[in-house]
T-cell receptor, first 115, second 110 residues
Framework: DAGVTQSPTHLIKTRGQQVTLRCSPKSGHDTVSWYQQALGQGPQFIFQ???????QRGNFPDRFSGHQFPNYSSELNVNALLLGDSALYLC??????????????FGPGTRLTVT | QKEVEQNSGPLSVPEGAIASLNCTYS??????FFWYRQYSGKSPELIMSIYSNGDKEDGRFTAQLNKASQYVSLLIRDSQPSDSATYLCAVKSGYSTLTFGKGTMLLVSP
């Protein structure tokens, strides 16, 4: 049973550039949530996708956008990168249909460094 | 602003002892509570979930929930050096998003 996968593992970008991160959910899961984790902090919710639509959004600017595809995989796009966007970006998947309490399982993350 | 508070630690315990990790939350409407373990440089791993008041045991782990006091705890019995990690408390808020605490670092010495 394949778990949550994310790509790439590491990424180095320059301020002002744009980046796209990818996530494939655990088999059987239909909901993808994205989190940002700065060093020494807990993960912070960015947004969640279900049925190819953004269902909830955290306190992040419009520079952060996403997409979900028919196969439930998802992308996170960040435009006009700032130094403060350097963090571990985590994708979590869950099964909205079967899991009333929405246990979320994380992928390995993408470490983004903005220079 | 929904908040989840944890003592940042580090919490140091000798091998074989019981480690007790605590968490408080501000949203009285919260219904689901989770403990994640995160090793340095890795992603969080779900180790316990609890939804009802009382205790829930899974192997060496026991999660305790007291909704009246807005308090969740995690007990790790017979702590091992491999348990050394940061433990994140998470609370389901809104429809299905998680609000995390900053985590408590646990150090288990041989």
């Amino acid at each position: 049973d394949a778990g949550v996968t994310q790509s790439p593992t590491h990424l180095i970008k320059t301020r002002g550039q744009q980046v796209t991160l990818r996530c494939s959910p655990k088999s059987g899961h239909d909901t993808v949530s994205w989190y940002q984790q700065a060093l020494g902090q807990g993960p912070q919710f960015i947004f969640q996708y279900y049925e190819e639509e953004e269902r909830q959004r955290g306190n992040f600017p419009d520079r952060f956008s996403g997409h979900q595809f028919p196969n439930y995989s998802s992308e996170l796009n960040v435009n006009a990168l700032l130094l403060g966007d350097s963090a571990l970006y985590l994708c979590a998947s869950s099964d909205r249909g079967q899991n009333t309490y929405y246990e979320q399982y994380f992928g390995p993350g993408t470490r983004l460094t903005v220079t | 602003q929904k908040e989840v508070e944890q003592n940042s630690g580090p919490l140091s315990v000798p091998e074989g002892a019981i480690a007790s990790l605590n968490c408080t939350y501000s949203d009285r409407g919260s219904q689901s509570f989770f403990w994640y373990r995160q090793y340095s440089g890795k992603s969080p791993e779900l180790i316990m979930s609890i939804y009802s008041n009382g205790d829930k045991e899974d192997g060496r782990f026991t999660a305790q929930l007291n909704k009246a006091s807005q308090y969740v705890s995690l007990l790790i019995r017979d702590s091992q050096p491999s348990d050394s990690a940061t433990y994140l408390c998470a609370v389901k808020s809104g429809y299905s998003t998680l609000t995390f605490g900053k985590g408590t670092m646990l150090l288990v010495s041989p």
